[in-house]
């Protein structure tokens, strides 16, 4: 049976891009939504999934934290992609002609001011080459995509207007995950990721969080979200960089599970070199 890899979309999306470009030997399996793209990996279509979770124009992918933990899945990698989003339309399209650009919500945000100054209409669909194949589909010479220029390849569109994103730096995160944990050595420069609900007390957070400080260690995400739709006690997705076996990090996350009814560490995987850039 053929190896894959998951990924939200449909070929020619960015997380197709960024999947072909880390595992080549792997073939790219296209689903719907990132549930799916989950849902491939724990019920073994897929050996591994590539999930967008952030970038560096937009911020962070909506709905992508909550599902980690749901998931049961373990982060083994991650991925620093520069994003360059194309303006597509038909083959008879001109750029002057455009009145709508169909794409996914962060791509028209990465690329909001310049699609203001061409005057179109931004229209959300549900991913980027989506766009491209709605367009092609469409017919409409007026209506055009932000998408890949392998999306142009794939539906036969032209580029009208290339690397049009607001900002040079953008650059999407990836995480890759997989259903059986694959721990970074300690000898490697690497990130550890995990969940957490702490104790619905006074200052818990605080208290929680004390350790990481005191113990110098660098925390470089926290983002919290209602689990189960109780309002009582909020979870946190946490990334920090270092291994749970260095003192400084093991003494911190003791400290954590103290002031926390759970804790759950959900991958120690190697740092992109993007970091160090």
Do not use: W
């Not at 909506?62 to 339309?89: K, N, T, W, Y």
């Not at 929680?208 to 470089?220: D, E, K, Q, V």
């Amino acid at each position: 049976m053929t190896e894959c890899i998951s990924f939200q979309g449909e070929p020619g999306a960015n997380s197709h891009i960024a999947a072909h470009e880390a595992y080549p030997d792997l073939v790219a399996l296209p689903c719907a939504s990132f549930e799916d793209a989950f849902a491939a990996v724990s019920e073994g279509q897929a050996r591994y999934a590539m999930i967008p979770v952030e970038n560096s124009v937009a911020g962070r992918v909506a709905d992508v934290h909550h599902l980690i933990p749901e998931s049961g899945l373990f982060i083994i990698a991650e991925r620093f992609v520069p994003i360059r989003h194309q303006l597509l339309g038909l083959k008879n399209a001109t750029l002057d002609g455009l009145t709508h650009v169909r794409s996914h919500p962060q791509a028209l945000g990465q690329c909001r001011k310049q699609l203001r100054d061409l005057g179109v209409v931004a229209v959300k669909t549900a991913d980027t080459a989506g766009a491209a194949r709605e367009i092609a589909e469409l017919g409409d010479a007026k209506v055009g995509a932000l998408a890949s220029s392998l999306a142009a390849e794939i539906y036969g569109l032209q580029v009208l207007k290339a690397d049009i994103a607001d900002a040079a730096h953008n650059t999407t995160r990836f995480l890759v995950f997989s259903r059986d944990e694959q721990r970074a050595s300690i000898e490697t420069p690497c990130m550890t990721s995990f969940v957490f609900r702490v104790r619905n007390v006074p200052a818990a957070l605080y208290k929680a969080l004390g350790g990481f400080a005191t113990n110098g260690m660098n925390m470089t995400k926290l983002e919290s979200y209602i689990e189960g739709g109780a309002f009582s006690a909020a979870m946190f997705f946490c990334e920090v960089e270092g291994h749970p076996e260095q003192p400084g990090l093991r003494l911190a996350l003791e400290e954590l599970a103290f002031f926390s009814t759970s804790l759950k560490v959900v991958g120690v995987y190697p740092a992109d070199p993007f970091r160090r850039m």
